[in-house]
């Protein structure tokens, strides 16, 4: 049939009439095709239960079965369903020809056929017949490796959440210690020892925080993070994060300013810890990035068209945690790297203190999972806003 295919194709013939399955033998059979050849489609069955063709030349008109009625069978059969069907057949009117493709064929070709035409088409089909068993085995080897990564990720996803579980009992055993080490030693100064227990207690404590992240970014990834939304007045929230980490500013001499921008308390349909951790991670990361003696500026705000439109009511509202502060700015080169998990931009913070690049990949997916958003915008040498907005939860 073609000199250049170098892939033998096997191909059925099926014709009551032992002439023209002689003319096709003749025609196609090659060093590439071979054909073999049944008189009915009892025939053909027979045959089929010892080889499976590549494609199947099937005459309409046949005794006892014809030729739909033997597509059809096929069709349903798992083995033969993706075998290619062309018809061999004297009646070309439309309905035969619809009836053919309904019945599963692929093609058809009139009696008596055009040697070029047969070739092209048997050609056409036994190629998309290939073409489409590569896709169906490259689809194949996809799903087995995703089904395999993600058993390595569940396997990671384990390891993580087992391995953090068991350093954070130990942490907390040190962090016990050294508080029960105080008391002992209180009153009674140890200059040489004083700087050293200093230093494990802020070890200890980067180590807590970092264990701490890592569970709380395995929980959210395997889906174990239960979101409890309630209907909460978010400024007392918000006010609470502010005072705890205006003790870490006061360290470094960095203020933290924080106002509500509502005319009524804002209400949101929240998980209040997953808030606060939002709150707590952007003002946090603010703090260690400010240089000392500088000042961070936060402020809640219902947002929403009448920002640019003063005439109109508030329509598409949403709230919004903005944190603002005065340090180094972030280039525009590492703004990919803001949210993602473990990464690190060239900022190092101000005090010495550790960064895992966790915090803001958490409130991304925190922020995510209440339905809202988290951005920033920054300047070098300019400082940072980042924020987050939440939907609005009307009281009315």
Do not use: W
Request: proline residues 5%; glycine residues 6%; charged residues 25%.
């Amino acid at each position: 049939m073609s000199e250049s295919q170098p892939i033998c194709h096997t191909i059925l013939a099926v014709d009551d009439a032992p002439t023209n399955l002689s003319v096709l033998v003749d025609h196609l059979s090659s060093d590439t095709c071979r054909v073999l050849t049944a008189e009915s489609a009892k025939s053909a069955l027979n045959r089929l239960d010892h080889v499976v063709p590549d494609l199947i030349l099937l005459d309409v008109m046949m005794p006892e079965m014809d030729g739909f009625a033997l597509c059809r069978q096929l069709k349903r059969h798992p083995v033969f369903k993706d075998i290619p069907v062309i018809f061999l057949t004297a009646k070309s009117e439309g309905e035969d020809v619809v009836q053919g493709f309904e019945s599963g064929g692929v093609d058809y070709v009139t009696k008596p056929f055009r040697k070029a035409e047969l070739n092209m088409r048997i050609r056409t089909h036994l190629e998309l017949k290939l073409a489409r068993q590569k896709i169906r085995d490259y689809v194949h080897t996809l799903e087995d490796r995703n089904h395999r990564l993600s058993e390595m990720l569940d396997e990671k996803n384990e390891f993580i959440g087992v391995a953090t579980h068991d350093l954070k009992n130990p942490l907390s055993v040190l962090t016990l210690a050294m508080d029960l080490f105080r008391i002992k030693t209180r009153g009674h100064a140890i200059p040489e020892i004083n700087p050293l227990l200093e230093q494990i207690d802020q070890t200890v404590k980067r180590m807590s925080a970092l264990v701490t992240q890592l569970l709380e970014i395995n929980r959210l990834e395997v889906g174990r993070f239960e979101m409890n939304l309630v209907d909460s007045v978010l400024g007392p929230l918000c006010s609470e994060i502010v005072e705890q980490n205006r003790l870490l500013a006061a360290r470094k001499s960095i203020r933290i300013e924080f106002e509500e921008h509502s005319e009524s308390p804002v209400v949101g349909r929240v998980d209040g810890g997953g808030f606060c951790q939002m709150v707590d991670n952007l003002l946090s990361n603010a703090v260690k990035y400010s240089p000392p003696g500088t000042q961070i500026r936060c402020r809640l705000e219902i947002v929403g068209t009448r920002e640019t439109l003063p005439d109109l009511i508030l329509i598409d509202r949403k709230i919004r945690f903005v944190v603002e502060d005065e340090g180094p700015g972030i280039v525009k080169e590492e703004y990919a790297k803001v949210f993602q998990k473990f990464a690190r931009t060239s900022n190092m913070p101000t005090d010495g203190e550790s960064a895992s690049g966790l915090g803001l990949s958490i409130a991304k997916r925190l922020a995510r999972e209440m339905k809202g958003d988290i951005g920033f915008v920054s300047q070098p040498g300019k400082g940072s806003v980042f924020y987050f907005e939440l939907p609005y939860r009307s009281q009315s």
